[in-house]
């Protein structure tokens, strides 16, 4: 297993503040002056709780977007809310997101089968009987790290094949692997190394591609893989033309979250403190069935400083423009 964060602790550029919203438990974050909140849902099943985040002025049968947002080993959801805050454009793109916290905590917290693929269908479930399945315009998974490995388990379960449109990798692994730097695997500040995986296993570099019909994105930071390939067997799959390369994505703030514990002594492999920065967004263009299949690479940015506010942006708007429609026609 390969862990993102050792330490589930959060550590934002910008305030916190724990509190309610709308007589909710759940969480007020404070950025730049804006209270934006969160809902502390329960998955009634299994009695575990997750983040819920959608439109403060949603209307009975307006259209979202749905997104499941996975954090990495090691971590926890509040830090993937961080590390990916859609939750900011909430209102803007009128989403729904669900983002839950793996039980399993030893050796460090990571998503497991037999402990959590049961709560992440009952989630599925309580969104689409919430919100009605009719108003879910489209549903991705997103998942950082180990949370992108176990996105990519579990689109081989029928359950998910017949519901998700979309999958988000955030260094989660690519269909067309990347080799990842030897540097991402060294130990550091004492720390153990992250363990080396080869052949076929899925890992952040690496993903199997799955037996169903989506749209994929892979994002990752430059200094976490050797290389970028041309081309995408995935792309190839639909039929899609030759990769372009769009506008560059500049953004002039920092992410918010970062990977506190190997602070003075990470690599760029691994991740540096949040700063600004530039993001290449390549797209293979032409895809049959309107699918969505793109690379975004961080420039200067390796696998743990959270996403800036522009490209976080510029990934809601690819995805909530790509197509969907399997919640619908789900049983």
């Known amino acids: 297993m ?3 964060i050792n330490n589930p602790s959060v550590n934002t550029t910008k305030r916190v503040e724990i509190g309610e919203l ?13 209270s934006v909140g969160s809902i502390s849902a329960v998955d009634k099943k299994t009695g575990r709780k997750f983040y819920l985040d959608d439109p403060d002025d949603l209307q009975p049968g307006d259209k ?6 996975l954090h990495g080993g090691g971590s926890v959801g509040a830090w993937q809310r961080a590390y990916f805050p859609a939750f900011q454009y909430k209102e803007k793109y009128r989403l729904v997101i669900a983002t839950p916290s793996a039980a399993t905590k030893a050796p460090v917290r990571h998503w497991a089968g037999a402990a959590d693929d049961a709560h992440l269908r009952n989630i599925v479930d309580y969104v689409f009987d919430r919100y009605g ?6 549903f991705w998974i997103i998942g950082h790290s180990q949370g992108g490995m176990t996105a990519n ?23 067309g692997p990347i080799e990842l730097p030897a540097s991402f695997f060294v130990a550091i500040g004492g720390l153990p190394p992250m363990p080396a ?14 037996d169903c019909d989506i749209s994929f994105i892979f994002a990752t930071g430059e200094h976490e893989m050797v290389a970028l390939p041309s081309t995408s067997p995935w792309a190839d799959k639909y039929g899609a033309g030759p990769r372009v390369r769009l506008a560059d994505v500049v953004d002039d703030e920092p992410g918010q979250i970062y990977d506190t514990i190997r602070e003075g002594k990470s690599t760029p492999a691994w991740g540096l403190s949040p700063r600004p920065g530039t ?5 293979y263009p032409k895809a049959r069935d309107g699918r969505l299949i793109a690379d975004v690479v961080r420039l200067d940015k390796g696998h743990t400083e959270g996403l800036e506010p522009r490209i976080t942006e510029e990934l809601i708007k690819m995805m909530v423009a790509a197509p969907g429609g399997k919640a619908r026609r789900s049983s």
């Open 153 to 175: 388990r579990i689109l081989g379960d029928d359950y998910f094949k017949d519901r998700v449109d979309g999958w988000l990798s955030l260094s989660g692994g690519r269909i």
């Open 2 to 4: 390969l862990t993102a």
């Open 197 to 210: 995986q080869g052949g076929d296993t899925p890992r952040p570099g690496r993903a199997s591609p799955p």
């Open 64 to 69: 979202v977007v749905f997104l499941l947002s």
């Open 133 to 138: 399945k009719d108003s879910i315009a489209s």
């Open 22 to 34: 709308n007589g909710n438990p759940g969480l007020n974050r404070c950025v730049g002056g804006t």
């Open 279 to 283: 993001a290449q967004v390549y797209l």
